[in-house]
T-cell receptor, first 115, second 111 residues
Framework: DADVTQTPRNRITKTGKRIMLECSQT?????MYWYRQDPGLGLQLIYY???????NKGEISDGYSVSRQAQAKFSLSLESAIPNQTALYFC??????????????FGPGTRLTVL | GQQLNQSPQSMFIQEGEDVSMNCTSS?????WLWYKQDPGEGPVLLIA?????ELTSNGRLTAQFGITRKDSFLNISASIPSDVGIYFC???????????FGKGTKLSVIP
């Protein structure tokens, strides 16, 4: 079974709809992240969480919110989706206690299309 | 914020050729990480570098952490079709928590 899972894998929605993307991990890592990938722009950090009580904005947090329901779960919400939020979204985890504490483990991604 | 420049943006090479890509920054970094993203999947770590001047190999891959701590390169020797994908550098800056990805190098290998 995959260590980092994301649901749904694909989603098509309409402008103005509320969308939630979910991420679960079985790695036991404290740190979790949400990234957005657009062609030619690499991965941009939306939000990150160092533990259940810690939430931090990344470089492109406007229009997004997150919830860290448990160590293993980190959800990303788009309160009112707009077309320029069409992108590939990745969840990732890392372990601050590991020798390579910056190594991130990524989920398979969610492809979101906003019409 | 940090500026991370990754080049080239894309490469088309013949199977068997060697490949080189690099990342540079205006800031000093503590770590450099190189990831590969296969089509339809999330990035996976290839090599991690933690010390200036460090040279590390992983099979046909070799990466170095620049001595100035502002750059890193990744080389792939004798490319094969499964090397196709997008390669990203990622860095961790000095001081407060900062993780930045390069924009990626898209590699295509012609059999």
């Amino acid at each position: 079974d995959a260590d980092v899972t994301q649901t749904p894998r694909n989603r098509i929605t309409k402008t103005g709809k509320r969308i939630m993307l979910e991420c679960s991990q079985t790695k036991g890592h404290d740190r979790m992240y949400w990234y957005r990938q657009d062609p030619g722009l690499g991965l941009q950090l939306i939000y990150y969480s160092f533990d259940v009580k810690d939430i931090n904005k990344g470089e492109i947090s406007d229009g997004y919110s997150v919830s860290r329901q448990a160590q293993a779960k980190f959800s990303l919400s788009l309160e009112s989706a707009i077309p320029n939020q069409t992108a590939l979204y990745f969840c990732a985890t890392s372990d601050p206690l590991a020798p390579g504490d910056n190594e991130q483990f990524f989920g398979p991604g969610t492809r979101l299309t906003v019409l | 914020g940090q500026q991370l420049n990754q080049s080239p943006q894309s490469m088309f090479i013949q199977e068997g050729e060697d490949v080189s890509m690099n990342c540079t920054s205006s800031s000093i970094f503590n770590t450099w990480l190189w990831y590969k993203q296969d089509p339809g999947e999330g990035p996976v770590l290839l090599i991690a570098l933690y010390k200036a001047g460090e040279l590390t190999s992983n099979g046909r891959l070799t990466a170095q952490f620049g001595i100035t701590r502002k750059d890193s390169f990744l080389n792939i020797s004798a490319s094969i079709p499964s090397d196709v994908g997008i390669y990203f550098c990622e860095d961790s800056g000095a001081g407060s928590y900062q993780l930045t990805f390069g924009k990626g190098t898209k590699l295509s290998v012609i059999p």
